[in-house]
């Protein structure tokens, strides 16, 4: 085939020199690939390489690739192998391949106690700069949130709206068949080893105890932290990568203000009602169950929930739930803004934020459990 590349050796004196020639394209890639391996094992063979392109016919960034890297595989030492002939256009093109570092070697270190102390050391040290960023991100909202109440016809109506129809209304369908399902789990287990002392309508109370404090809201915050909280997260990294949000501050907009307010407001809405929603369609699995499996009839069912639970039991966790929607909210909006220019940033910090999410909801669950212990509710 005419313009197939080609990579000669000429000696020169105590040098050596090769000579590139025809077309280094993608298109010839098995070839390139072959030739330059073949000339790499020439490194340390000579004082002097030199890479003489001049007859090169087309070039694009895959050849110009090859040929930087076979420059750096033949640089031994301060010997330096040389790259000339090149048209300008083609140089431009090598030069800015040339900027590109070579990643380094992933060499994890000898596992010593020193290194071990270091990882926790850096692990706690991560651990209070991400507080720091929460913490600067909900004054940040708040200060937002304050601008708005001051000028009402600033806050953003249809974009709130738009967000709660994707994290509310979009999410009651895999909400309730989750809840439903983990609801059924329960009263089955609850059945299955309350029987042996005859005691299957104590469910009832263990159902409606764990659903309406515990398992219900943590569980659907546990769901929104996956699904809306990464969604906000990628949202808003898209947009940092592509440069829109410091085109808000260009033309004198608040990215706070336009794009995490009405995400958060509209999560602190949302999770209430989805924690209903859920509770309910739990204690319906549950019953459910009670009724086929455990024989409870379900007017039986009700009079001891009724009896079992109390109005403090339905607040405690609805009480949770906006707070665990505005952790969730700050949280996705610090990883999304935190976002470089590359799709590996934009995939480390949508993982970082389930993660972190996750872990927060959490954590304020738990320091709810004690808070309310403490006041005896």
């Known amino acids: 085939m005419s313009g197939d590349p080609t990579l000669e050796r000429v000696a020169q004196g105590d040098g050596l020199a090769l000579r590139a020639a025809g077309s280094w394209t993608a298109p010839f890639a098995a070839v390139l690939e072959r030739i330059v391996a073949d000339a790499e094992k020439l490194k340390g063979s000579r004082p002097d390489i030199f890479i003489d392109a001049s007859q090169v016919s087309r070039l694009d960034t895959f050849g110009a690739w090859l040929i930087e890297r076979l420059r750096r595989s033949l640089t031994v030492g301060d010997a330096e192998a040389k790259i000339a002939g090149l048209s300008a256009n083609y140089a431009s093109l090598v030069d800015e391949v040339r900027r590109v570092k070579a990643a380094p070697a992933d060499v994890s270190p000898p596992l010593t106690i020193t290194g ?178 455990g024989g409870v009839e379900p007017e039986a069912f009700l009079l001891r929930l009724r009896d079992a639970i ?44 389930v993660v972190k999410g996750i872990f927060f909801v959490i954590v304020m669950d738990g320091v709810f459990a004690i808070f309310f212990a403490s006041i005896g509710m």
């Open 116 to 293: 071990m102390l270091d990882q926790i050391g850096r692990s706690v040290a991560g651990f209070g700069a991400t507080i720091v960023q929460l913490v600067d991100m909900l004054g940040a909202v708040l200060a937002a949130a304050g601008r708005v109440i001051i000028r009402p016809t600033t806050f953003r109506f249809a974009s709130t709206v738009h967000h709660l129809e994707q994290v509310a209304w979009r999410a009651v369908p895999i909400v309730g068949l989750i809840t439903f399902l983990i609801g059924c789990i329960i009263s089955q287990q609850g059945l299955f080893h309350f029987r042996r002392f005859g005691a299957d309508i104590f469910v009832v109370d263990m159902l409606g105890v764990l659903v309406l404090r515990e398992i219900g809201v943590l569980l659907v915050a546990i769901m929104v932290a996956g699904r809306s909280g990464s969604a906000y997260t990628a949202e808003l990294g898209s947009m940092k990568m592509r440069e829109e949000i410091d085109a808000l501050r260009t033309m004198g907009f608040d990215p706070i203000e336009v794009l995490v307010l009405p995400r958060l407001l509209a999560l602190i809405i949302a999770l209430p009602i989805l924690a209903f929603l859920g509770a309910m369609a739990a204690l319906y699995g549950g019953g459910l169950v009670a009724w086929l499996y």
């Open 310 to 353: 109390s109005i403090d039991h339905f607040i405690v966790g609805m009480v949770k739930a906006p707070v665990m929607a505005a952790v969730i909210g700050i949280v996705a909006c610090v990883e999304g803004l935190a976002v470089e220019g590359s799709a590996e940033s934009l995939g480390q910090h949508t993982t970082s934020s």
